[in-house]
């Protein structure tokens, strides 16, 4: 899923400092998972946003919304009959949200409510760690179902660097070294001579570096 | 035991304080309580297990929101006794009741 993290209160009551009628968005996709953007915490930033701005007698309505998701047009269209009534609009899904309203309601000032993060998985109840940097051309079956890009600091095919210590990464005692479970891993398997393979250095054009990327499925298209 | 406590404590009954959420101790803030406070079981002696550990992390989320948004993190607080506790019980919402008398209204229904 992809991790967000919710902007510092803050930051968003600034953004809309000067309204007095926001519609709060949320999305039930990965953002409702990471307990971030869902309905419940559309409800808890909305009645945040309230105690503030009744704290300093300059009152507000704050309307919710949750949208079952976000990053597709047909859900992003259910809001065209209200999104005039707002002054302004606090998308609390993924960067795609408030991207995909703004492009849609071009007349509507539209904002983040959340600080993406990146795509991953819950490692355990209230921990989310990354996993994947979406780089275009998966790779994992070499390293034993481990992503030394996303999850290696320096994104090294041949690991580990002089910076593996006792199982963790020079940049922090809370990151595991990747390359330190790739080799345990495929040791344990009996499968170590798969590193003494060379790995061709990497296409990066596929990922970011290539510019923005699309997917065209013309099976699927209209 | 005929134990009397501040008058101005409205007790909102749930089955185990893990039904208590954000949401709720929000709300009570939002429409103009001065302050709540949740009063669960001892730790450790949950029926539920864990129900009052969960409420002790919302009510901790609760404050940073306050804190966040320039309102003193006291106004919520979470205390723990057992059920045939009943002296404490009235000396908690005595203690709450001074602490939020000495932060005074909450700045939300001043405003209001």
Redesign the interface.
């Known amino acids: 899923m992809i991790v967000g993290e919710r902007k510092p209160l803050g930051d968003i009551l600034d953004m809309i400092k000067d309204y007095k009628k926001v519609l709060v968005v949320g999305c039930k996709g990965c953002v409702t998972v990471c307990n971030v953007g869902g309905e419940k915490e559309v409800g808890i930033l909305a009645s945040s946003i309230r105690i503030s701005r009744k704290k300093d007698g300059s009152e507000i309505t704050v309307d919710e919304r949750t949208l079952e998701r976000q990053c597709d047009p047909e859900y992003v269209d259910q809001l065209k009959d209200v999104v005039n009534d707002y002054d302004g609009i606090v998308s609390i899904a993924c960067g795609v949200g408030p991207q995909f309203l703004a492009e849609r309601y071009p007349d509507a000032a539209v904002y983040p409510g959340i600080n993406t993060q990146f795509m991953g998985g819950a490692v355990e109840h209230g921990v989310w760690a990354e996993r994947c940097q979406g780089c275009g051309a998966c790779l994992v079956h070499n390293f034993g179902g481990f992503c030394p890009i996303a999850r290696c600091s320096k994104s090294l095919l041949h690991g580990p660097c002089g910076g593996s210590g006792g199982g963790k990464c020079e940049i922090s005692k809370d990151v595991d070294c990747v390359w330190h479970l790739i080799v345990e891993k495929l040791a344990k398997q009996g499968k170590m001579a798969n590193l003494r393979r060379l790995i061709p250095t990497k296409n990066w054009s596929t990922s970011r570096d290539g510019g923005p990327r699309k997917v065209v499925r013309e099976d699927l298209k209209l | 035991m005929r134990l009397s406590y501040p008058t101005n404590v409205k007790v909102i009954q749930v089955p185990c304080t893990g039904r208590v ?3 709720h101790l ?2 009570a ?2 429409e103009g309580a001065d302050g709540v406070y949740v009063a669960g079981c001892l730790e450790g002696e949950c029926h539920y297990l864990a129900g009052n550990l969960k409420a002790k992390k919302r009510v901790k989320y609760v404050k940073k ?2 804190e ?4 003193e993190p006291d106004r919520v607080e979470m205390f723990n006794m057992s059920s045939s506790e009943g002296p404490r019980f009235a000396a908690v919402a005595r203690e709450m009741t001074e602490k939020i008398k000495a932060l005074g209204p909450s ?2 229904r001043s ?2």
């Not at chain 2, 966040?68 to 309102?71: K, P, R, S, T, V």
């Open positions: 959420d954000i949401i929000l709300k803030i939002e929101v306050l966040e948004i320039g309102m700045p939300v405003k209001l």
